[in-house]
């Protein structure tokens, strides 16, 4: 007894929400450690190093400012992206 077309659905999508959902959890992760690193190595600006020596800010204002540095630089990312894509559509045109 096999499943419904419906039910295949279904579980594909789960599976890929769940693989988004890791994928977004490594992301956060990856990025929280590059923004902690970076704080650690910018001995030259005196502001960033004091604040790398202070232990480590948990608790939900910290997560809501990864979180914005986050979308901030996924948006940017973005923006990015749609800018290359669009110089590449130029160039393409330009080409033709």
Do not use: C
């Amino acid at each position: 007894m096999g499943f419904t077309n419906a039910e295949r659905q279904a579980r594909y999508r789960n599976k890929l929400k769940a693989t988004a959902r890791a994928s977004l959890e490594e992301t956060v992760t990856r990025k929280r450690q590059e923004i902690l690193d970076e704080w650690v190595s910018q001995d030259d600006d005196p502001e960033r190093r004091d604040f790398a020596a202070l232990p480590p800010r948990t608790g939900e204002a910290f997560e809501s400012w990864i979180g914005q540095v986050l979308v901030a630089d996924l948006e940017h990312e973005f923006r990015r992206y749609l800018e290359e894509a669009r110089r590449q559509k130029l160039r393409e045109r330009a080409v033709t």
